[in-house]
């Protein structure tokens, strides 16, 4: 039984991004904030991607410029979505939300480009959410401000499916290299509106974090890089998001792994926790078996 590339390939990603994440975390610890992340992370990947631009191929399609235009804005709406929901609510409470990304890929897939969502797929991503929310959380407490902040984060996922499936239907057409190039340059540019948020200038960012900050967004636009070419020739955002969201698991290996060389404690959690994070794990192998048995024995 053949196994696609195209689901091979989000497995690696999904390594690369809990690692990068990893990294992202321990700048953040080392006094970045959230902001400045964003703002440097964008701009380190559009500055990672601009060479791809020398890859274009014929003209150059003017008449299709707000393809790439569109794309920047629903991206920047995701992180900014992203952001208020992290500012308002509780990391355990919000980052669990996140997973509901792959339902909204599914049916922005199924309304945008037509595409056929296997029935496999729709189960795989139901548990997905679930799986992801189980090993994200700890718990959830409601109160008002993370009913807020849910609401949110429910918008930021909105975006980035979205913006997997606008990548999908427009990204070929365009040509792959200066679509990404144009979308990343947008969105840098546009992150000029998150420094009004910033608690300090660039400046006052440790010297020792700037090495965490910058690998972690390299890494982490390499691993975009792959996933959005897979959008574009492969299509399947559905099953390659379903499959991606296998991070979850790799967040939670790494961590005990690798987390205490670079001061992450999290390993040190209750057993209750431990047990919700295994039976995540459970699910979301459960997901990505569905997608992959599916795919090897209907590669249609």
Request: glycine share 10%; net charge positive.
């Amino acid at each position: 039984m053949a196994i696609p590339i195209y689901y091979v390939l989000p497995f690696f990603c999904a390594v690369v991004a809990a690692f990068a994440t990893m990294l992202l975390k321990r700048a953040m610890d080392g006094g970045v904030g959230l902001t400045r992340l964003l703002f440097v992370s964008n701009w380190v990947t559009f500055l990672l991607l601009l060479p791809l631009w020398v890859l274009g191929e014929g003209p150059f399609p003017w008449e299709r410029i707000y393809w790439p235009v569109i794309t920047s804005i629903v991206a920047m709406g995701g992180l900014v979505f992203t952001f208020l929901s992290l500012r308002i609510g509780e990391v355990s409470v919000v980052t669990p939300m996140a997973g509901i990304k792959v339902l909204f890929v599914a049916l922005f897939s199924f309304f945008l480009v037509s595409e056929k969502v296997r029935g496999s797929w729709w189960t795989g991503a139901a548990l997905t959410v679930i799986a992801i929310y189980l090993l994200g959380g700890s718990g959830v407490v409601f109160r008002r401000k993370n009913a807020y902040a849910i609401l949110a984060a429910f918008a930021g996922a909105a975006c980035f499916g979205l913006g997997d499936v606008l990548i999908q239907r427009w990204s070929a057409d365009f040509g792959f290299f200066r679509y990404i190039v144009i979308s990343s340059g947008l969105i840098a540019v546009e992150s000029f509106a998150l420094m009004p948020f910033f608690h300090a200038p660039l400046r006052a960012v440790p010297s020792k974090s700037w090495r965490w900050l910058i690998t972690g967004t390299v890494f982490l636009s390499l691993q975009w890089l792959a996933l959005a070419y897979c959008f574009s020739v492969y299509g399947k955002a559905t099953a390659i998001n379903i499959i991606y969201g296998s991070r979850g698991l790799w967040s939670v290996l790494l961590v005990w792994m690798i987390g205490p060389l670079l001061g992450n404690t999290e390993k040190n959690v209750g057993r209750n926790i431990m047990l919700r994070r295994l039976a995540g794990a459970v699910l979301l192998c459960l997901a990505i078996a569905l997608v992959i048995f599916d795919g090897a024995t209907n590669p249609s």
